[in-house]
């Protein structure tokens, strides 16, 4: 087992809060990875995988178990069944801004919108990443997956994942497990071949971040560095010398309600009308099936909110602490919660429970936190 001396989880995550764990792995290939999860399966013994840390809270009291990182990287390039498409398969412990620059640099479309998205390959699915429009579930084919129960490795269809905003079956959702337990070991991408001349962006979400207009050309090239120019303004793009990123990107999920209760909210407060299911599949047992297939029941499509929106309009602004806290939301975008210097997790935790009251307090809404918490509460 490659085993190496353990350090706080504070100096492997992006909000920079953690203590040490008694024992720490560093896996550099596949099968260093299975081999090691497989002997801490075996013994029972509390674990946790880390790649980026970049979607992590850790709590401050030493982890009582092992920690394994993962380091494995490399490209494939596989044919697509698919007419102007090829397939990417990738490690799970590849960077994942350096695979969406690989992607630009070989005139692949799909992944562009996600410039700049900290952590690793194999986190992607777990939370469904997303920016802009663009999110994994449109260009995933499968992954390779370690499952915990059996212990073996077998090749998972992204429909099987339970994919959604934010959430797969593979999470582990604040005050619930993941459905399905185990650790993703490769990724495999069906991307479009635009080259890198002119194409035209099909999503209307990105073309109004961006500032396209409709029919406008544009190239790969100059929508990644617009993206990553758009989020570093934001505090977004990992920088040690600028507190605002230290932090786990987005820590609220912005908020999927219903039609009816986003009719309470303010008009000012932005929301997006989400997509309802136009194909769904009913399923009728064979001794009830009488030859007429109920119609699909109507109803309005939810609407996802701004949780950045609801948090400054509950009166909380940018660069906003709690008195005597090194915690503090970002400068930059009310959505991150920042480290401004040697914050603990009970500090970034406290703040988090604050701004959950206020909003609830001010608009009846209780917001759900997008990282992994570990050992912590809120």
């Known amino acids: 087992?490659?085993?190496?001396?353990?350090?706080?989880?504070?100096?492997?995550?992006?909000?920079?809060?953690g203590g040490a764990p008694t024992r720490l792995v560093e896996a550099r290939t596949t099968a260093e990875l299975v081999d090691t999860l497989r002997?801490?399966?075996?013994?029972?013994?509390?674990?946790?995988?880390?790649?980026?840390?970049?979607?992590?809270?850790?709590?401050?009291?030493?982890f009582d178990g092992t920690?394994?990182?993962?380091?494995?990287?490399?490209?494939?390039?596989?044919?697509?069944?698919?007419?102007?498409?090829?397939?990417?398969?990738?490690?799970?412990?590849?960077?994942w801004d350096a695979l969406v620059e690989y992607a630009?640099?070989?005139?692949?479309?799909?992944?562009?919108?996600?410039?700049?998205?900290?952590?690793t390959v194999g986190a992607a699915p777990v939370q469904n990443v997303g920016a802009y429009g663009?999110?994994?579930?449109?260009?995933?084919?499968?992954?390779?997956?370690?499952?915990?129960?059996?212990?073996?490795?077998?090749?998972?269809?992204?429909?099987?994942?339970g994919l959604g905003f934010r959430t797969s079956v593979l999470k582990n959702h604040y005050g619930s497990v993941a459905e399905r337990r185990g650790v993703i070991l490769s990724v495999t991408l069906d991307l479009r071949v635009v080259g890198h001349g002119e194409y035209l962006l099909q999503s209307a979400q990105l073309?109004?971040?961006?500032?396209?207009?409709?029919?406008?050309?544009?190239?790969?090239?100059?929508?990644?560095?617009?993206?990553?120019?758009?989020?570093?303004r934001k505090g977004m793009v990992l920088d040690d010398a600028d507190p605002d990123t230290h932090s786990a990107g987005s820590f609220f999920q912005n908020a999927v309600v219903s039609a009816s209760f986003a009719r309470t909210l303010p008009e000012a407060c932005p929301r997006w009308p989400v997509a309802p299911d136009l194909d769904p599949v009913t399923v009728i047992p064979l001794d009830r099936y009488d030859g007429v297939v109920p119609p699909p029941a109507?109803?309005?499509?939810?609407?996802?909110?701004?949780?950045?929106?609801?948090?400054?309009?509950?009166?909380?602004r940018k660069g906003f602490a709690l008195p005597r806290s090194r915690?503090?939301?970002?400068?930059?975008h009310a959505l991150a919660l920042t480290n401004r210097g040697d914050a603990t997790a009970a500090e970034l935790a406290e703040l988090a429970r604050f701004i959950q009251g206020r909003v609830q307090s001010e608009f009846g809404l209780i917001l759900q936190p997008e990282p992994v918490l570990v050992n912590v509460e809120l």
Do not use: C, Y
Not at 39 to 62: H, I, K, Q, R, Y
């Open 1 to 17: 087992m490659p085993e190496i001396a353990p350090v706080p989880l504070s100096r492997l995550t992006t909000l920079r809060a």
């Open 39 to 62: 002997e801490l399966w075996a013994t029972g013994e509390p674990w946790l995988v880390v790649g980026g840390g970049s979607n992590l809270l850790v709590g401050d009291e030493p």
């Open 67 to 95: 920690v394994v990182l993962v380091r494995t990287e490399g490209i494939e390039q596989l044919p697509s069944p698919h007419e102007g498409r090829t397939r990417l398969r990738v490690q799970a412990g590849h960077n």
């Open 104 to 119: 630009v640099t070989a005139g692949l479309s799909g992944i562009v919108a996600m410039s700049g998205i900290p952590g």
């Open 134 to 161: 663009q999110e994994i579930v449109q260009t995933l084919v499968e992954v390779d997956f370690l499952d915990e129960d059996t212990g073996e490795v077998s090749t998972v269809p992204a429909a099987d994942l």
């Open 207 to 232: 073309r109004t971040a961006l500032g396209v207009e409709a029919g406008q050309p544009v190239t790969l090239r100059w929508v990644r560095e617009t993206v990553l120019a758009t989020r570093a």
């Open 298 to 316: 109507q109803g309005s499509p939810d609407v996802k909110v701004s949780a950045a929106w609801l948090i400054e309009h509950s009166g909380l």
């Open 327 to 332: 915690a503090a939301l970002s400068t930059k």
